[in-house]
C-alpha cells in the first residue's frame, strides 16, 4: 500500500525559503522507474505541477519556478525534500505530492496535501 | 510547453445523465494523457492513465478516448459521487507536466 505525507510549515513570511517534506511508505525511491513529484493548487484554482525526481536522482523543474526550486531525495528516510526560496503572497496553495509512475506516465498516487500561507 | 485546454470549464447534470469533458492539447502528445478527479478539500485521484486505461478500483462508468490532441473523459451514468472537478494532465513531455484548467462537475 503506497502512502505519501507533506509536512512543513504553514505559515511562511514573504522573502522566506520554504521546505517541505515529502514521507512516503509502500515503495522505494530506489526501484528503477519510480518517482516523486510536487504539485501545488492556490486557492480555487488549478493544479501546477513544480518539481519532480526520479530514483536515479534525475531531476525536472517548472521552467517559471526553476530558479527557486530544489528537489532532493533521502532513500534511506523515505523521503523527498522540496526548497522553495524567496517565498511570495501569490505561492499561498496546497503543496502536494506525488507517486510518479515512468511505466504508466501518470502521478498515480498522491498525498492529502499542506496548505501554506505566505503573509507577514 | 504544452498547453492543455479543458471544455467546458463547468457543467450542471442530473445523477444518470451522460456527461462528457474534452481536452485539448496545443500539440500532438500521442495517448500521454491522464485524467484526475478532485472533491472539494481532497487530494487529486487518478481515473484514467494513458488516455483510455482504467486505474484499479476506479468505476467502470468512467471510459477515457482520445489521442494526438484531442481526448474525452465520459461518465455513463453520473453518480452523487461524482460531483468533483476533473483535470487532464499531459506527460508526453519529460521535461514538464501540464494539467488542464479543470472541469467543475456539478448538481442542476
Known amino acids: 500500500q503506497i502512502t505519501l505525507k507533506e509536512s512543513g510549515p504553514t505559515l511562511v513570511k514573504p522573502t522566506q525559503t520554504l521546505t517541505l517534506t515529502c514521507t512516503f511508505s509502500g515503495f522505494s525511491l530506489s526501484t528503477s522507474g519510480v518517482g516523486v513529484g510536487w504539485i501545488r493548487q492556490p486557492p480555487g484554482k488549478a493544479l501546477e505541477w513544480l518539481a519532480i525526481?526520479?530514483?536515479?536522482?534525475?531531476?525536472r523543474y517548472s521552467p517559471s519556478l526553476k530558479s527557486r526550486l530544489t528537489i532532493t531525495k533521502d532513500t534511506s528516510k523515505d523521503q523527498v525534500v522540496l526548497t522553495m526560496t524567496n517565498m511570495d503572497p501569490v505561492d499561498t496553495a496546497t503543496y502536494y505530492c506525488?507517486?510518479?509512475?515512468?511505466?504508466?506516465?501518470?502521478?498515480?498516487?498522491w498525498g492529502q496535501g499542506t496548505l501554506v500561507t505566505v503573509s507577514s | 510547453d504544452i498547453q492543455m485546454t479543458q471544455s467546458p470549464s463547468s457543467l450542471s447534470a442530473s445523477v444518470g445523465d451522460r456527461v462528457t469533458i474534452t481536452c485539448r492539447a496545443s500539440?500532438?502528445?500521442?495517448?500521454?494523457l491522464n485524467w484526475y478527479q478532485q472533491k472539494a478539500g481532497k487530494a487529486p485521484k487518478l481515473l484514467i492513465y494513458?488516455?483510455?486505461s482504467l486505474q484499479s478500483g476506479v468505476p467502470s462508468r468512467f471510459s477515457g478516448s482520445g489521442s494526438g490532441t484531442d481526448f474525452t473523459l465520459t461518465i455513463s451514468s453520473l453518480q452523487p459521487e461524482d460531483f468533483a472537478t476533473y483535470y487532464c494532465q499531459q506527460s508526453y513531455s519529460t521535461l514538464t507536466w501540464t494539467f488542464g484548467q479543470g472541469t467543475k462537475v456539478e448538481i442542476k
Open positions: 525526481i526520479y530514483w536515479n536522482d534525475d531531476k
Open positions: 494513458a488516455a483510455s
Open positions: 500539440q500532438s502528445i500521442s495517448s500521454y
Open positions: 506525488a507517486h510518479y509512475s515512468l511505466v504508466r506516465s501518470c502521478f498515480d498516487y
